[in-house]
């Protein structure tokens, strides 16, 4: 019997695991160190940056542009505005609209924030092209519901405990 497909096969899933391993070890370094540094978890950093670049985003509006789901953004935002980094107001434009906004203090935060990991990963699978992070979308979903890793539609933020 030849044992060179089977070796292949090894080799393949010996590949998946440590790229598994590079990507959390990232995130897990990144958070530790975000939090020994600043304070701040990586998935609170995130929410500051989204803040940043879009103010006064609602909950719903920050699920979106984190790519998670909005439960797990309210707990982040309420963190944040236990800590006075963000606001929750009531939008000028429609009064059943909370947004959520970056106080100064929060403004003053970011000032010592570096890139985080998140917005790295983000970018290179835009860099990626929409049919090759289509294919690994897939592929991904595919492997976290056989592993039962899934529960129902709740993803939590990356770098959130």
Do not use: W
Not at 84 to 102: A, I, Q, Y
């Amino acid at each position: 019997m030849n044992n060179a497909p089977l070796s292949s096969y090894h080799s393949e899933v010996a590949e998946v695991m440590d790229c598994i391993r590079f990507i959390f070890k990232a995130l897990r370094v990144a958070s530790s160190q975000s939090e020994k540094d600043l304070g701040l978890s990586a998935a609170q950093i995130f929410v500051l940056k989204k803040l940043q670049a879009e103010p006064g985003l609602s909950i719903n509006d920050l699920a979106s542009r984190t790519t998670t789901h909005q439960s797990s953004v309210s707990v982040v935002v309420k963190k944040l505005e236990e800590q006075g980094f963000v606001s929750r107001t009531t939008s000028k434009e429609d009064s059943r609209r909370v947004v959520v906004s970056l106080t100064p203090a929060g403004e003053e935060k970011l000032r010592q924030v570096p890139r985080t990991v998140q917005e790295e990963m983000i970018e290179c699978l835009h860099k990626m092209g929409p049919e090759k992070t289509k294919q690994l979308a897939g592929l991904m979903k595919e492997f976290v519901q056989a592993a039962g890793f899934v529960e129902g539609s709740y993803s939590p933020m990356i770098g959130e405990k």
